[in-house]
Nanobody, 124 residues
Framework: QVQLAESGGGLVQAGDSLRLSCAASGRTFNGYSVSWFRQVPGKEREFVAGLSWSGRLTDYADSVKGRGTISRDNAKNTVYLQMNSLRPEDTAVYYC?????????????????WGQGTQVTVSS
């Protein structure tokens, strides 16, 4: 099985950029689709961005389209989420997750492997 570890979160100002990283261990990302989700207290975990099994297809939540880019570095066995023009409403704990589905699935229940999350706080 694959273990996931997120990093790169922090406190930033509105308009800033961040790059979140999701490093895999135990196995490579080959054979997994990988997505980023985020969660704020009292709300359900929501899909942010996803990368298909092949690494060729991406999908984004409407709230981050044009501001977020998901990518994968096979050599480093890491998936990234670049977030630009951050807004206070982007404040959340961000999780990466891996699924054996071929295509990106937005339902968090489809994901078997999860990291522990990284906090992103955007001040206005």
């Amino acid at each position: 099985q694959v273990q996931l570890a997120e990093s790169g979160g922090g406190l930033v100002q509105a308009g800033d950029s961040l790059r979140l990283s999701c490093a895999a261990s135990g196995r490579t990302f080959n054979g997994y689709s990988v997505s980023w989700f985020r969660q704020v207290p009292g709300k359900e975990r929501e899909f942010v961005a996803g990368l298909s099994w092949s690494g060729r297809l991406t999908d984004y939540a409407d709230s981050v389209k044009g501001r977020g880019t998901i990518s994968r570095d096979n050599a480093k066995n890491t998936v990234y989420l670049q977030m630009n023009s951050l807004r206070p409403e982007d404040t959340a704990v961000y999780y990466c997750a891996a699924s054996t589905t071929v295509f990106v699935v937005k339902n968090s229940r489809s994901y078997t492997y999860w990291g522990q999350g990284t906090q992103v706080t955007v001040s206005s």
